[in-house]
Structures are given as structure tokens and as C-alpha cells.
T-cell receptor, first 113, second 113 residues
Framework: KAGVTQTPRYLIKTRGQQVTLSCSPI?????VSWYQQTPGQGLQFLFE???????NKGNFPGRFSGRQFSNSRSEMNVSTLELGDSALYLC????????????FGQGTRLTVV | QQQVKQSPQSLIVQKGGISIINCAYE??????FPWYQQFPGKGPALLIA?????SEKKEGRFTISFNKSAKQFSLHIMDSQPGDSATYFC????????????FGTGTLLAVQP
């Protein structure tokens, strides 16, 4: 069974640009959550999707958005990039809607210059 | 009330020793407590998880001890090996329709040969 696939693995963007990150969950998993990981703030929850619906959103500005498709694949978008958005963005895949085991992808390393 | 406090920040253990990492929480609505292991350049990997209806769970060399009244839980790694050297995160999740995880700040474990 394939794991969680995140693409691309690495990205370098310029301030003011926008970026789209992709996540393919484990086959059969219907819930996808996104996290931002930085040395200073640790692992912080961005948002969660289940059956194409956003169920939870973390405390991030509106520049951060996401969506989930009917095949459970998810994308997150960051617009008007700032230097502080440089981070490892992680996607977690879970089978069910609540408190089930979450499996993480390897992440997308975003660097904003 | 949303925080999960983790200690120590770093830990050095001799090969064959016991590594102990502690976490504390405030929100009594939390009802799922996983531990994750993360190696550099990788996403977090689920190690072991516990729910409040049991006080201990063991999987191989890894044991979670859970104290509901004290709102604390800990990870014990028995017979620690150099290959266990990684960053460990505790996390907590509330019951209901969510997979949102609140993470501790992480513990960098170094097992010396």
C-alpha cells in the first residue's frame, strides 16, 4: 500500500509569489490534514478536510487556503508569500473522520527568498 | 487550554538505557494521545497511541504511560538504540468529528553507542 505522497519535495519562491502544494493520501483514506513545521513554532495545524469539506482551520491568515477533491487528493495554496512562510509543509492522511491514526507524508520544503 | 507541554527539550541516553519523555495537557476534552518519531528530512511517523480508558500501552520497546487524573502521559523507550536517535513529538486530539492534532514542542533524543 503506497504511503502519503506530497509534491513537490522542494520549492524555492520569491516574496509576493503564490504556491500550490499537493498531497495524495493513502488509498481509501478520506481525511487529509495539513501542518506547518518550523524550528520556532514547531508543528502547527493548518486545516483539515473530510469528503471534500473543510472541517477545521488553524490560526493562519487567509493567504493560506486549501481544498480536497473527490478522489481525496488535496492541495493547499499560499498567496502573497512572505519570508516567514518558509517551512516544511506536511500532509497527514487518515482513514476516518475522527481520532484515527494519522500518517504523514515526507513534506514539501518551501523556501521563500 | 489547547497546549500540550513536552519535556525535556533534549535527551542524551546511553545505548541500552531507558529514554523517558513527558507530556502534559490541560484540555480534558482530549481523548487520543499519539506519539510520533521524526528523522531529519522525513515526515513524522506514528509510533504508538493511547486513549484515556487505559493507563498503559506497550508495543515492542515503546510504552505509553497515561495518568488521567494528572493529565500527563509519557513515552518510555526501553533498551534504547542509536537508531532511536530522532525527534519525538507527543500530540493530543479532541473527541468528535476531527483528526486535528495538537503537538508538543518535541524532544531531540540522542542515544550514544
Amino acid at each position: 500500500k503506497a504511503g502519503v505522497t506530497q509534491t513537490p519535495r522542494y520549492l524555492i519562491k520569491t516574496r509576493g509569489q503564490q504556491v500550490t502544494l499537493s498531497c495524495s493520501p493513502i488509498s481509501g483514506h478520506r481525511s487529509v490534514s495539513w501542518y506547518q513545521q518550523t524550528p520556532g513554532q514547531g508543528l502547527q495545524f493548518l486545516f483539515e478536510y473530510f469528503s471534500e469539506t473543510q472541517r477545521n482551520k488553524g490560526n493562519f491568515p487567509g493567504r493560506f487556503s486549501g481544498r480536497q477533491f473527490s478522489n481525496s487528493r488535496s492541495e493547499m495554496n499560499v498567496s502573497t508569500l512572505e519570508l516567514g512562510d518558509s517551512a516544511l509543509y506536511l500532509c497527514a492522511s487518515t482513514e476516518g473522520p475522527a481520532n484515527t491514526e494519522a500518517f504523514f507524508g515526507q513534506g514539501t520544503r518551501l523556501t521563500v527568498v | 487550554q489547547q497546549q500540550v507541554k513536552q519535556s525535556p527539550q533534549s535527551l542524551i541516553v546511553q545505548k541500552g538505557g531507558i529514554s523517558i519523555i513527558n507530556c502534559a495537557y490541560e484540555n480534558t476534552a482530549f481523548d487520543y494521545f499519539p506519539w510520533y518519531q521524526q528523522f531529519p528530512g522525513k515526515g513524522p511517523a506514528l509510533l504508538i497511541a493511547i486513549r484515556p480508558d487505559v493507563s498503559e500501552k506497550k508495543e515492542g520497546r515503546f510504552t505509553i504511560s497515561f495518568n488521567k487524573s494528572a493529565k500527563q502521559f509519557s513515552l518510555h523507550i526501553m533498551d534504547s538504540q542509536p537508531g532511536d536517535s530522532a525527534t519525538y513529538f507527543c500530540a493530543a486530539s479532541k473527541g468528535g468529528a476531527t483528526n486535528k492534532l495538537i503537538f508538543g514542542t518535541g524532544t531531540l533524543l540522542a542515544v550514544q553507542p
